[in-house]
């Protein structure tokens, strides 16, 4: 699966950025989508998910209320919408597919990046204080 993250830039914190994956693969009605980020010097973490369905979705607490992940099966893509973005936002951002996943995969499956077998090349959002 190729995956194409693309959106990142720089923004003054308070700002809003869209991120979009465009999902290369044939199975993308499939997949599980997510996105995670590196900040500098950090581990790279969970950010949101959302079901193949679009129906579920599932954030870190860091993120809930500002960010939404949303995914537009036509043009094959998922998408991820930050608000009130903070310097703290500053990272690599990566989506990841997950063919394997149930239908009712919860948080914890959907928030581990060991179960996401195809990633992005990132994307860099640098939010400025």
């Known amino acids: 699966v190729q995956l194409q993250a693309s959106g990142g830039g720089l923004v003054q914190a308070g700002g809003s950025l869209r991120l979009s994956c465009e999902n290369l693969?044939?199975?993308?009605?499939?997949?599980?989508m997510g996105w995670f980020r590196q900040a500098p010097g950090k581990e790279r973490e969970f950010v949101a998910a959302?079901?193949?369905?679009?129906?579920?979705?599932y954030y870190s607490d860091s993120v809930k209320g500002r960010f939404t992940i949303s995914r537009d099966s036509a043009k094959k893509t998922v998408y991820l919408q930050m608000n009130s973005l903070k310097p703290e936002d500053t990272a690599v951002y990566y989506c990841?597919?997950?063919?394997?996943?149930?239908?009712?995969?919860?948080?914890?499956?959907?928030?581990?990046?060991?179960?996401?077998?195809?990633w992005g090349q990132g994307t860099l959002v640098t939010v400025s204080s």
């Open positions: 693969g044939r199975t993308f009605n499939r997949d599980l």
């Open positions: 959302i079901s193949r369905t679009g129906t579920t979705t």
């Open positions: 990841a597919a997950d063919r394997n996943a149930i239908l009712s995969a919860g948080p914890s499956y959907s928030s581990n990046q060991e179960n996401y077998e195809s």
